[in-house]
């Protein structure tokens, strides 16, 4: 009864794997990041302590799929799940128009802490214009957009599995 | 003790994941992207994932074109229009028998040619994101595979293994931004260094000035590093960039393989040559 919860993690997960490996793999200018669109959703929505273990969770699954180092998705996830909560918590209102912005400037926060983890730790500095812009067109913007049907997703599962994550409800 | 633990115990969960992170990227920073056992059981445990939904995808494909399709023709009731249908999708079937024959008959001379031995592996899936292009194989460790070894397609090289399951593994593009190998320009043989980039082409870096390169010039692997085979095409030279000052030029390359039409690639196990290679597989 109690492992109700663990159910909407677990199908949000089974389907981002999906669809990042299999589905969208083969479209290349529709790639959104959907691990960090999960991650930021149950942060938004959940925002219990918990969050931050799962957006390392979350992290190292996008590191499985991933040729950079191991564990630089995981620790930028887990750092950005800080504020990300912080606004959760303090700010955030279930507004629809709100939702894509956030998840869009999660996705660049992520992708910038990333570059810089890569560069003071590893010095790779290869950015360039083409590829920033490549970026926001296939990656930021589909993640901005993604997140209303995944929101709903869990929405609807919290409803069905009559759990409510918010209020810890299990 | 215990009621300091129990007290502290989610700044403390905190901090051994900040810890962990910690050692594992500091761990990578010598020998990049370490082989680790999470990676390996996700990947062993999406693998059969990936081919439920492959194997399910062509079923609903072939289900609706060969069916349903066909129901939706008949309750039109035009029989010329069936037929004319019937003979496009004939066509079509017909085409599409024709690709996959030349494809199979270009390995099947690659293969005659290319004395390797080798492994042909079908790609199940492919990951692209900002930093990083990956592309999953149908074949595994059970096939001989390991990491390291070379993906490679008549038309040239593909790229590296990244990652092994016993039933999958995980290439690394030549295109990503990490892959990293030395070539020869087959006109003048000249070694230079190839990397990939942020926008899916190939960078000749710190390539002598003075060194004659011109556009259009055919880059083969040099063999040198061991994992890639000697004399495969890699791309060829579609623009340099030579500053008024400097020790160096750069070029980009145009990769001989087009790496986003792949259905089927070949893994070199070791080269006739050398059965020592790839020397850094494990």
């Avoid at chain 1, 929405?155 to 409510?164: A, S």
């Avoid at chain 2, 990951?127 to 397609?153: E, P, Q, Y």
Wanted: aromatic share 12%; net charge positive.
């Amino acid at each position: 009864m109690m492992l109700r919860f663990v159910y909407p993690p677990l199908l949000l997960l089974f389907v981002s794997l999906w669809a990042e490996a299999f589905l969208l793999g083969h479209l290349s200018w529709f790639s959104p990041n959907l691990f960090c669109l999960c991650a930021l959703i149950f942060i938004l929505h959940w925002r219990g302590p918990e969050v931050h273990f799962l957006a390392a969770f979350f992290g190292i699954l996008a590191d499985s799929f991933s040729s950079i180092p191991f564990g630089t998705y995981g620790l930028v996830f887990f750092l950005l799940s800080f504020p990300a909560r912080w606004y959760a918590v303090k700010i955030f209102q279930e507004v629809v128009v709100t939702l894509p912005v956030l998840a869009g400037t999660f996705a660049m926060a992520c992708h910038g802490l990333v570059y810089l983890l890569l560069f003071l730790l590893f010095g790779e500095d290869r950015a360039s214009l083409v590829w920033v812009r490549n970026l926001i067109w296939a990656d930021i913007l589909p993640t901005a957009a993604l997140i209303w049907p995944y929101y709903l997703a869990l929405l609807f599962m919290e409803e069905r599995l009559n759990i409510n994550l918010s209020q810890r409800k299990f | 003790m215990l009621a300091f633990l129990k007290r502290y115990r989610f700044r403390i969960s905190i901090g051994v994941v900040l810890l962990y992170f910690f050692l594992t990227l500091v761990g990578q920073i010598e020998a990049k992207r370490a082989e680790n056992w999470f990676s390996g059981l996700i990947q062993t445990l999406t693998h059969p994932f990936l081919l439920v939904s492959e194997t399910t995808t062509r079923g609903v494909s072939g289900l609706w074109n060969g069916y349903i399709a066909l129901i939706h023709v008949q309750e039109q009731n035009q029989q010329l229009l069936e037929e004319i249908k019937i003979l496009k999708e004939e066509v079509a079937r017909g085409q599409e028998i024709r690709t996959a024959f030349n494809r199979q008959r270009r390995l099947l001379e690659f293969e005659q040619i290319n004395q390797d031995k080798k492994v042909f592996a079908e790609v199940v899936g492919e990951v692209k994101r900002g930093f990083s292009k990956l592309l999953v194989l149908n074949k595994g460790s059970k096939d001989g595979i390991k990491r390291n070894f070379a993906v490679v397609t008549p038309e040239g090289v593909v790229g590296k293994i990244q990652s092994v399951t016993p039933y999958g593994s995980v290439v690394q593009l030549i295109t990503d931004p990490n892959s990293q190998f030395p070539v020869l320009v087959q006109r003048n043989r000249a070694k230079a260094m190839i990397q990939g980039n942020l926008e899916g082409s190939l960078n000749i870096v710190h390539f002598p000035r003075r060194t004659d390169l011109e556009k259009g010039d055919l880059v083969i692997t040099s063999g040198l590093a061991g994992i890639m085979p000697k004399g495969l095409a890699v791309g060829r030279v579609s623009s340099i960039e030579k500053k008024e000052f400097g020790l160096f030029q750069n070029a980009n390359l145009t990769p001989a393989v087009d790496l986003n039409r792949l259905e089927e690639v070949i893994v070199i196990l070791y080269v006739r040559s050398n059965i020592h290679q790839p020397l850094f597989s494990e």
